[in-house]
């Protein structure tokens, strides 16, 4: 039976709605531009009709030669499937942690697709930090829902082939690598059963991938295994349309991971990957074995790859436009291959009209995009201002230009509103006006609106669990995806819409319609912010949508009181628009005081900021340990209590998050002995912040003039950062000062350091050998190996106590072996592991001491962890 015309059409919406996120995957960039021979490779992968897979736990874990060489060299649509954003890695370029790394590392890995040419996925799955089990990552990860995600990825992108980063044993080292590839095993069959998650085929269809593959290597065979018995291909080959080899496409790939440390040093020939069968059909020669990756698999298609074959052979690569002619004939035979859905005479299953849909949605955006680039067509939408309200307006500047002689008209471009621009595209002569576009306010009907009025990622709307990233039902209203003229209207996204996209949509869009040389075209422009940089010159960023008012604490600070005296809480307001007035609180719990009680403001221009100072002490009844606080401003009877925080890096576009105005409330019984404390940043932490909480003076030492032994003796400990050892080549020349500052009675404090590429080879005054052990269990109970030792006991006791309460990890990077001078002082472990003796090493060296620790105190002072603090404290005060 052939579908009807009505259902023909919804089959081809529907694909394009749920794959909308990928037309705008590069909104916060510059708009792309192409070379003519990354035209002609763009050409030839237009004829190619395959797509792969590959799925792995993390960003980085990906093999981006493989990527590389798959999206570049095969030419199939290739997609990378991480199931965590990262969000419980270390973060080498600053102070981030959790949501805030998982952000950046989400960014890093769009900056990697757009150099490999592959596209970007997710679960929902949170990184809750190392794990050494999939059996412990099912308990905190909801498996179904993971599983849920990534037969949702499959059904969507229909790979031909799924392959694996690890195999699903201990061989792939972290609890998360092994949960992926069982996942993915589980996935493999469950995509192509419409009985598993039938809730999806709303819609997709069920799609059963060829066959699944694990992607080994050296690293996880045996030294000298035979490989002979494994699919082999090479990825080290060159491509001379992109001059470069997918060795040094990854590299550069690879190197946007930068807060995980992974710049990479570039290859070049041959590169073996080898692969080992899974599940599905066996491949004997070539991963896509029994894959046809013609257009003749599409039915009717055949005619097309015809099409498409001749324009390749007459490219001109010094005149790309003469190809127009020809396009727009490939143009025209895919909208019949769309038309032939509704045909009385078409004898198309459901199956077959899902895959000719499928096929027409990924390869049209491809054609658009090269018929703008042969043209160089350049469409730009931008915002006066980076940020703007909800409901409000942004005044936007327009620009539409042809750069090649063929004859174009601009018909007029829609948005929330008409835009009066129109005329002929003649050569080289930009049209370009100004408009104020009206932005939504997400309120759909009376009865139903969406929750997110600000440009939050997706998955941070909702507090996750420690395992789980939440999604709203309805995550924000947008303007129609598939606009035209006089239908404006705001549409409901659904979670289904946005499970596992990278980001979240553009806040406005607007739609250029108009002809190239008699052929219609029509293309979507995301309204973005752009601006000079005098470093790194011009700069893009999304529009972001925020609060009427932004309430800021600042960031990764726990107020801890020792004893009874006040403490000024700073709270800045920042105007998202213009006019803001109302009223300012602190929220304390019961027991607590702060002072005053409301504070009235009135923030006359947009990002206009007034801070205000509260006073805040416990009183005789606020019980010891953790609480919290909370800043509300109130403006026209609504609250507000979320602020503002942008993380900014050159290699990313900058993104805006709305975090939650609140900041840990501890009171501690804690005694400290000494004042002054210096402080060598490594890698980037807020420790230094929970000194000064704890009522130290601390000072922030200049690797270049400060370590020396005649400058430290001012101070009672010097505290080393994490990751120094790893990021500071200072220290290289700078140990000897600082080990005479411990001979000469100073109290060295070292944290955790990565057992792989450090500075020099010994961190300390007697050999010790880092290692990646670590006790991953927060709550492990802890033995006391000495409990007599000073830092157990003075200036405070030490209990089991001190270690509850823990997030994420308890330590990590312990050392393996130790000299004897060095003391033991705590064991724990993870279930069924032997006790690690080395999460704090004490070791007397001339009138002073050397602690190394692995203890997570980076990750433990910010949460207001009260053992933390504690154990700090007797830390930095051993031997005073």
Known sequence: MPLSLRTAARLCLALLTVNCALLTETKAQAPKTYTSSEILLGLKKLNVVGSV?????????????????????????????????????????GPELREQLGVIRTQELLAARRIDGARQFFTRANDFGFSKTPAETFTIWDKEQVLADMVWAIRRQRPDVLITRFPPDPRAGHGHHQASAILAAEAFDAAGDPKRFPEQLKYVQAWQPKRLLWNTGSFFVKPGENMSGYLTLDAGGYNPLLGQSYGEIAAHSRSQHRSQGFGSAATRGEALEYFQPVKGAPATKDLFDGVDMTWNRVPGGAAVGKLIDEVIRKYDAGNPSASVAGLIEVQKGMERLVGSLSSSSSKLSEQEAHHVAFWWNEKNKELENILAACVGLHFEAIAAEPTTTPGGKVEIKIEALNRSALPGVLNGILSTSEIGLQGPLKQGIALVTTATLDVPSNKLTDRFSAPQDVSQPYWLVEKPTVGMYKVPEIVASFPDEHISAGSFRLVATHREQVIGTPENKAVINLYFNGTIDGQGFSYKIPVQYKHTDPVLGELYQPLAVVPAVMVNIPAARAYVFADQQPKQVPVTLRAGRAGVHGALALQVPAGWQAEPATVPFDLKNKDDEQTVNFTLRPGPGAPEGKAELRAVATVDGQAYSRGIQQIIYPHIPTQTLFPEAVAPLVKLNVQRRGQQIGYLMGAGDEVPEALRQLGYTVTLLNP?????????????????????????????????????????????????????????????????????????????????????????????????ADFQGWVQEQGLYYPSAWDAHYTPVIASSDPGETPKQSAILVADYGKGHYIYTGLSLFRELPAGVPGAYRLLTNMVSLGK
């Open 704 to 800: 270049a003039t400060d370590l020396t032994a005649d400058h430290l003796r001012r101070y009672d400990a010097v505290v080393l950062g994490v990751r120094a050892y790893n990021v500071l080549d200072r220290l290289k020349t700078q140990q000897p000062e600082l080990l005479k500052y411990v001979e000469n009675g100073g109290n060295l404090v070292v944290q955790y350091v990565v057992n792989r590429g450090t500075v020099l080879p010994q961190i300390g005054p007697y050999p010790l050998t880092l290692s990646a052990d670590r006790v991953t269990v927060e709550g492990a109970p802890v033995t006391f190996l000495q409990p007599q030792n000073p830092l157990l006991n003075t200036p405070n006791k030490i209990t089991a």
């Open 53 to 93: 897979m590959y799925i792995a736990a993390h960003p980085d874990d990906e093999n981006t030669r493989l990527l590389a060489y798959l999206a570049n060299g095969r030419l199939v649509e290739t997609n990378y499937l991480s199931c965590t954003r990262g969000d419980g890695g270390q973060d080498l370029i």
